[in-house]
């Protein structure tokens, strides 16, 4: 067996084409997704700065939606990313079009008069909040959220008090903020594109080590094999112990690298690596049992294009419902649950939770389930297993 494990090692390190595409590929992959998205997002999950100028075009005597909006960007929590300031009609403009400003916030003349006649009278109201910008961006787009849901609390809060026949009341306004839970730390942007991209180019590695067998079997180096009187289930041991060696070290160097380039884990101990080394283990194991199903397609397979294809739409659909191209969480729930169960979206599930609460016994299931993953794998990887003379 071990003549087939280092057979196949040698012959994926021959392929220099393979090797760039495998170790390097997803390397570069994360840190260009990590420059990309790093204007987004820093280590205080709050990055964006917006410079609002609010033009107050009615009559300031009635006031009730000027101190509404005043106090709106008065909030402290909103006051750290957002720095409004009343101007007039002129002096907004100018400093939008010089670049100072990101956006202008417009209260209508007839703002107040329709608000409160929706209240008192039932009447609806027309005119609302508006915004001017120069040109859509992140910055815009988070204002046209703050505003939205600004009137849609006003809306809210008048139709439940004309609805309960009370008085009008002053309009509370939404309260937002960040809860921070003791001994629960946030997984980064680059944490979660280290973990799905390593995990989506391993699955890879079950199929480029599988069609290695294209090749050997069009020039019979399995019927050879046979005639030397080795047992045909070493071939496929050697192709799953060289699967599981190479994902392994795929996925290591993925890592390594990364953490030296990025520095991913700051501060992280050794407690914490052992765990990351572990489950990295375990998911090599099912990867190598998935590359033994691989095999014994191929071998099984006359049309090898087909034998391919199902090879990498398996792998896509796995990295879709695995989290691998975007969190499993933006999946209705149905989906995230089938998603947390298959292998790599089991891994990253249980990656994620160990940066986050770093509780040893949080990898004992992933593990066990994984370790089945690949005990399943290869008994059906051996059950449908060509026997001689059929090849």
């Excluded at 309260?175 to 003791?182: A, H, K, N, P, T």
């Excluded at 992280?268 to 990351?276: C, H, P, Q």
């Excluded at 949080?362 to 059906?380: H, N, Q």
Aim: with cysteine; aromatic share 10%; glycine share 6%.
């Amino acid at each position: 067996m071990g003549s087939f494990f280092k057979k196949d090692v040698l012959v994926f390190w021959r392929d220099r084409k393979e090797i760039l595409m495998a170790l390097l590929l997803p390397i570069v992959l994360i840190v260009v997704l990590n420059f990309a998205f790093s204007g987004l997002f820093n280590k205080d999950g709050a990055s964006i700065n917006i410079d609002v100028a609010i033009v107050q075009e009615n009559d300031e005597s009635i006031g009730l939606e000027h101190s509404l909006v005043h106090d709106l960007f008065s909030d402290p929590e909103l006051k750290q990313w957002v720095n409004a300031q009343e101007l007039s009609e002129v002096e907004a403009t100018e400093l939008l079009e010089n670049g100072e400003l990101d956006a202008i916030i417009r209260v209508p003349e007839d703002f107040t008069y329709e608000r409160l006649s929706s209240q008192v009278l039932g009447e609806e109201a027309g005119s609302t909040l508006t915004i001017q910008a120069e040109e859509q961006s992140l910055e815009v787009t988070a204002l046209q959220d703050i505003i939205d849901n600004f009137i849609n609390t006003l809306n809210l809060q008048f139709a439940l008090g004309q609805t309960a026949g009370v008085g009008r009341t002053e309009p509370e306004l939404p309260q937002g903020g960040r809860e921070v839970v003791e001994g629960v730390e946030t997984y980064s942007p680059s944490q979660y594109f280290t973990i799905a991209i390593s995990t989506l180019f391993a699955l890879f590695m079950a199929q480029t080590v599988a069609m290695k067998t294209v090749t050997e079997k069009r020039e019979r180096v399995f019927n050879r094999i046979i005639l030397t009187n080795s047992h045909p289930l070493h071939y496929l041991m050697g192709k799953t112990l060289s699967t599981f060696w190479l994902t392994w070290v795929q996925m290591m160097i993925t890592f390594t690298l990364t953490q030296l380039l990025l520095d991913v884990f700051p501060g992280k101990s050794a407690v914490f690596w052992l765990g990351l080394i572990l489950m990295i283990t375990a998911f090599a194991l099912t990867v190598a049992g998935l590359s033994a199903i691989f095999t014994t397609i191929t071998l099984n397979l006359n049309d090898l294009n087909a034998a391919s294809g199902l090879f990498t739409l398996i792998i896509m659909v796995l990295g879709v419902l695995g989290g691998s191209f975007f969190p499993i969480q933006g999946f209705p729930e149905l989906i995230q649950n089938i998603g947390e169960w298959i292998p790599n979206g089991l891994t990253q599930t249980a990656l994620i939770e160990w940066i986050q609460f770093a509780n040893p016994l949080d990898l004992i299931l992933p593990c066990s389930i994984l370790i089945g993953y690949f005990i399943v794998f290869i008994v059906m990887g051996i059950s449908f297993f060509p026997r001689r003379g059929r090849i």
